[in-house]
């Protein structure tokens, strides 16, 4: 498992266009934590009303399934550019150099191409629930209080375009360093040792980095 990786920058526009993805990638993620923050929400909200007034929020089990495409799929980029993502590193970890990148290369191209078959299926997908001449632009909505499917149905095909992109910037970055032979690319995560991976989720843990000690 790959945990907490740093991402090198520079002045190259590779580098500029990694950052400014990462902007949105953020603001993705904390719209994530807000929805899954909002649940908690709900949840005291319906435990509450049941228990002293016998009246739970209506429509609960809905809102859930509403918010659960922002939670597993919003933030799905942001991960990847941090090198958050489960992955086998027993083989490519142990790679230097012009090796290393090449495998990278590989199984980044692998996967861009898995997501932009994903990204054409789930947008399919959310055409067939959106239409303007339905009420609320839906053709199918949720079972108890009858919201619309199509925004979330939305959010998939959405999020999985943005990793494209982000999986494209580091095609671009593994060639880059395939071809020059760079040993410290840009705009990818770098593996890190288990001394370093420690050491990160410890002051993290802690609250604080090197840089505010």
Do not use: C
Not at 6 to 26: H, N, Y
Not at 83 to 94: A, E, L, N
């Amino acid at each position: 498992m790959s945990a907490h990786s740093g991402v090198l920058t520079d002045t190259s526009r590779l580098s500029w266009l990694d950052q400014k993805l990462f902007k949105l990638e953020s603001m993705l993620a904390l719209i994530g934590g807000i929805a899954v923050f909002s649940l908690v929400i709900l949840a005291v909200v319906s435990v509450s009303g049941r228990n002293l007034i016998n009246q739970p929020l209506p429509g609960y089990i809905d809102w859930i399934e509403q918010a659960m495409p922002l939670i597993a799929f919003i933030g799905v980029s942001y991960t990847q550019r941090l090198g958050g993502h489960i992955r086998m590193d027993i083989v490519v970890g142990r790679l230097r150099g012009r090796a290393q990148w090449g495998a990278e290369l590989l199984s980044t191209l692998v996967m861009l191409v898995v997501m932009l078959l994903l990204v054409w299926g789930t947008w399919s997908h959310f055409l067939r629930a959106f239409d303007f001449a339905s009420p609320n632009w839906s053709r199918d909505s949720s079972l108890d209080i009858g919201l619309p499917l199509w925004p979330m149905k939305l959010i998939v095909p959405v999020a999985f375009g943005i990793l494209s992109l982000r999986l494209g910037l580091q095609v671009w970055a593994y060639s880059r360093a395939l071809i020059t032979g760079s040993s410290d690319p840009v705009a990818v995560p770098m593996i890190e040792d288990a001394a370093t991976t420690a050491a990160n989720e410890a002051a993290t843990v802690s609250g604080f980095d090197e840089g505010s000690q």
